[in-house]
């Protein structure tokens, strides 16, 4: 089949790559002309397990092509996927004047018969908004599809290849065959097509969304009430996801979560109430405790440190909001490196794949650079021990694999002082406590 991607972020290459994978033909369309020659050169900009090897296969074979060409990807597709961002506006509603902004370009060069998917997490009516564009700038007939994408960072690629289901936004019978041929090689066990009207697969991805970071924020609620209590959120979690009416997906506690997803999916939600008199109340008391639970660990730090002659020294483990990615969007750890940068401290960091975009994200708050030799507030090292050297404690932010089982001999030497705050709750306390470490954690009492 013949498809065009426009928007080559995150959710664009994984869809285009995917969907070269199973055969199709597909042309990649973005007006960032960089961009588009880094991608031309092998060059992937972000950092996704698998996406690089699957991008480079398929643009060898000839089925992925990277332009900044609309009207080439128009003239050469039959479904048009809409990929570009929609990140929060300052009202917190989602900003979506990129969808407009193409839909009207696709309209003036469209010439025959098309399918526009939109891919983007979009508002509810957005749907409406982008046929009318289309039907307002041109005679030629066109079909509209609602498909959201349901892509976790650090496992895209296997959630699109494996997925737990494809929405399908359309009561048009014709374009509902075309849409499951599409995803008909991602079926192969068993059929998770679900076909609904465009408003119920817009609402379906805000929903899940928020469904999810609920259960994030219930837990991390609870575990502020386990510290007060003397229980262990651990075991808590455990008894919780053993029902089979919960499960134990999204339970763990933290220091809260972030991404491109979640935090903007909520605002959006809440601001969507606000303009059709609906009070979101839980979708707001899952945002403020998600706040709460960044500052409460952003203190826990800081008060420990408080009263100190000399300028603490932390090192930080984990920049990305999770691990298998290199987004520090709404992370965790940028939250709270600012607040440590605002008490005076100074940072060694370090993230298997995040350092880059952290330092981005950091460049406004205070100088830094990579390597050992630098004076300035913040230093990022290629190796999470050397970040340990000379620091006062240890800060864990990121539950990345390498993370899990330490040498903790290793960290208690090379720390001036032994104690670690995990943000992720990635060790048994005791275990810690043996290696004669002092250990603060989320939702169990400090060893």
Not at 24 to 36: A, F, G, H, L, T
Not at 357 to 377: D, F, M, V
């Amino acid at each position: 089949m013949q498809i065009c991607v426009v928007g080559v972020g995150y959710v664009g290459l994984v869809t285009a790559g995917c969907l070269a994978e199973a055969g199709n033909n597909v042309v990649c369309v973005d007006n960032d002309s960089e961009k588009i020659a880094r991608l031309r050169n092998g060059v992937i900009p972000i950092y996704e397990p698998g996406l690089t090897e699957m991008v480079k296969h398929n643009e060898k074979l000839g089925r992925l092509h990277f332009t900044t060409d609309l009207k080439y990807g128009l003239d050469n597709s039959l479904i048009i996927f809409l990929a570009v961002g929609t990140p929060s506006a300052e009202d917190g509603s989602a900003d979506i004047s990129a969808i407009l902004s193409v839909a009207s370009d696709i309209a003036e060069n469209l010439s025959d018969y098309r399918i526009i998917a939109t891919k983007s997490t979009v508002p509810v009516g957005t749907h409406k908004k982008v046929t009318d564009i289309i039907k307002s700038k041109t005679k030629t007939p066109f079909d509209y599809v609602s498909n959201p994408e349901f892509l976790k960072e650090g496992a895209a690629v296997e959630d699109f290849m494996r997925p737990d289901r494809i929405i399908i936004g359309t009561t048009n019978q014709e374009v509902q065959k075309i849409m499951k041929q599409l995803y008909s090689p991602f079926m192969r066990k068993r059929s998770r097509i679900l076909f609904m009207d465009p408003a119920s697969a817009e609402m379906t991805k805000y929903a899940a969304n928020t469904m999810l970071a609920t259960r994030i924020s219930f837990m991390n609620e609870i575990s502020v009430l386990c510290e007060k209590l003397g229980a262990d959120i651990e075991r808590v979690r455990w008894g919780l996801g053993s029902d089979s009416r919960i499960g134990s997906a999204f339970l763990f506690p933290g220091v809260g979560f972030g991404g491109s997803c979640f935090p903007k999916d909520i605002r959006s939600l809440i601001h969507t109430g606000t303009v059709n008199g609906v009070e979101m109340t839980i979708a707001k008391a899952v945002r403020q405790v998600n706040l709460n639970q960044q500052e409460r660990f952003a203190k826990l730090v800081i008060d420990y440190f408080t009263g100190r002659d000399d300028q603490t020294t932390l090192a930080v483990w984990g920049l990305a909001f999770k691990a298998k990615t290199d987004d520090v969007r709404e992370s965790p750890a940028i939250y709270c490196i600012k607040k440590f940068l605002d008490f005076g401290m100074k940072i060694r960091a370090y993230d298997p794949e995040a350092a880059q975009a952290a330092t981005t994200a950091l460049e406004g708050k205070t100088g830094i650079r990579h390597g050992r030799t630098s004076n300035r507030r913040i230093e990022t090292f290629q190796n999470g021990y050397d970040a340990l050297e000379n620091a006062d404690g240890l800060v864990i932010f990121t539950d990345w694999q390498e993370f899990r089982n330490p040498d903790f001999g290793l960290i208690t030497a090379k720390l001036k002082k032994p104690v670690i705050f995990d943000g992720r709750n990635l060790y048994e306390p005791d275990v810690v406590k043996q290696a004669g470490i002092e250990y603060y954690s989320i939702g169990r009492a400090p060893v």
